[in-house]
């Protein structure tokens, strides 16, 4: 990997080179894909019998789907801003870029602890809903050591908005981009080539409305938050993560699985 993606950066500073952007984007990448083993060890550790509806567990499971699904739309379009901004390239699959557990959540202030864990209420109120905290009204942009992931996200975009100009978007490789996604059924959203700055907003409007949601006095997001439609909405993912706390979509029996797995090594 590039070291250009892995520079420090100054907490006290907002983002005023491209390369600062780049390197706030690649650790947007690392945020979100961070959460993809997280929610699916906690979904498959519930028991179900079969994908019918009404099967136990299937109710926090689907849940749980459907947020990681979107999670990996939000993993898509950043690689698109990084693409888009001229980036260096790097792949998901890097060592230093693929997540371990436990780690702490990157940058995040008070720290939050990540492990991979049997789906609990607990672990709802402890882990998934404060990951997907909705920031206050008026919460100030925060590029690093950051309280919300929305906070983190405004600070993007205010680099963005400084930063955009024929220059950034001088070569935006769309066709490097991904377009589609044949696995989103469950998910709502879009993969949204990035171009220029209106469809870089858009592209981080999906990813704060659907996880934390904007609003945080509301439940619901539109479906689709780059082109809302009235009507069509759907519960945030701390709002879903709320739910199975509360008990509204039931969890019920698991597999006895371990927290933290390892590989055995063996000679």
Do not use: F
């Given at each position: 990997m590039t070291s250009a993606l892995k520079q420090q950066v100054d907490i006290q500073?907002?983002?005023?080179?491209?390369?600062?952007?780049?390197?706030?984007?690649?650790?947007?990448?690392?945020?979100?894909?961070?959460?993809?083993?997280?929610y699916l060890y906690a979904a498959y550790s519930?028991?179900?019998?079969?994908?019918y509806q009404w099967d136990p567990g299937i109710s926090a499971f689907?849940?749980?789907?459907?947020?990681?699904?979107?999670?990996?739309?939000?993993?898509?379009?950043?690689?698109?801003?990084?693409?888009?901004?001229g980036a260096p390239p790097f792949a998901f699959y890097d060592e230093h870029f693929i997540p371990t557990y436990p780690s702490p959540m990157m940058h995040r202030e008070p720290e939050?602890?990540?492990?991979?864990?049997?789906?609990?209420?607990?672990?709802?109120?402890?882990?998934f809903m404060p990951f997907e905290l909705p920031e206050k009204v008026s919460a100030p942009p925060q590029p690093d050591h950051y309280n919300t992931i929305g906070q983190f996200y405004g600070a993007i975009v205010d680099g963005l908005e400084r930063l955009s100009g024929p220059k950034l978007w001088s070569q935006p490789n769309p066709d490097l981009q991904y377009r589609t996604?044949?696995?989103?059924?469950?998910?709502?959203?879009?993969?949204?080539?990035?171009?220029?700055?209106?469809?870089?907003?858009?592209a981080?409007?999906?990813?704060?409305?659907?996880?934390?949601?904007?609003?945080?006095?509301?439940?619901?997001?539109?479906?689709?938050p780059a082109k809302p439609v009235f009507g069509q909405e759907e519960y945030s993912h701390y709002a879903k993560f709320k739910r199975i706390s509360e008990g509204i979509d039931l969890i019920r029996d698991l597999w006895p699985v371990?927290?933290?797995?390892?590989?055995?090594q063996r000679s």
């Open positions: 500073q907002p983002i005023s080179t491209v390369e600062q952007l780049h390197t706030h984007l690649y650790q947007a990448a690392q945020v979100e894909m961070s959460t993809i083993p997280l519930i028991q179900t019998s079969g994908a689907r849940t749980i789907r459907s947020v990681v699904i979107e999670e990996m739309l939000h993993l898509c379009l950043v690689r698109n801003l990084l693409v888009a901004t939050l602890t990540l492990h991979l864990e049997p789906c609990t209420t607990e672990l709802m109120e402890r882990v996604t044949y696995w989103n059924n469950d998910g709502g959203g879009y993969p949204i080539v990035v171009l220029d700055l209106p469809t870089a907003l858009q981080i409007q999906t990813i704060v409305e659907q996880g934390e949601g904007a609003d945080p006095d509301k439940a619901k997001v539109p479906i689709d371990p927290t933290d797995p390892k590989l055995v």
